[in-house]
Nanobody
Framework: QVQLVESGGGLVQAGGSLRLSCAAS????????IAWFRQAPGKVREIVVA????????SYADAVKGRFTISRDNAKNIVYLQMNRLNPEDTAVYYC????WGRGSMELTAYEYWGPGTQVTVSS
């Protein structure tokens, strides 16, 4: 089992950057695939990016390709989401999630463990 806590959210102007962190506690973090999802008010939760165990394989949603970068430090049990060129459409609560089977799926239902989320607000 793994526990996840996100941090790094906040208010930023359009065009700005933020780096989110997802800190994990528990055993065998390096065997989990990790993903970032987001949920805007009145909308369904959607995938942002997923990363497999070693970090060598990543999958990005089209809306963030070229602007967001995921990375992981298995020695520190942390996954990062660097978000550049933010726009108001990126405003949402961002969640990290872990898949114990390491699949790196883009599907919400593949993830068993979730953090409480961190708010990102981008002003125009």
């Amino acid at each position: 089992q793994v526990q996840l806590v996100e941090s790094g959210g906040g208010l930023v102007q359009a065009g700005g950057s933020l780096r989110l962190s997802c800190a994990a506690s528990g055993r065998a973090f390096s065997t989990y695939a990790i993903a970032w999802f987001r949920q805007a008010p009145g909308k369904v939760r959607e995938i942002v990016v997923a990363i497999r165990q070693s970090g060598a394989s990543t999958s990005y949603a089209d809306a963030v390709k070229g602007r967001f970068t995921i990375s992981r430090d298995n020695a520190k049990n942390i996954v990062y989401l660097q978000m550049n060129r933010l726009n108001p459409e990126d405003t949402a609560v961002y969640y990290c999630a872990a898949d114990q089977w390491g699949r790196g799926s883009m599907e919400l239902t593949a993830y068993e463990y979730w953090g409480p989320g961190t708010q990102v607000t981008v002003s125009s």
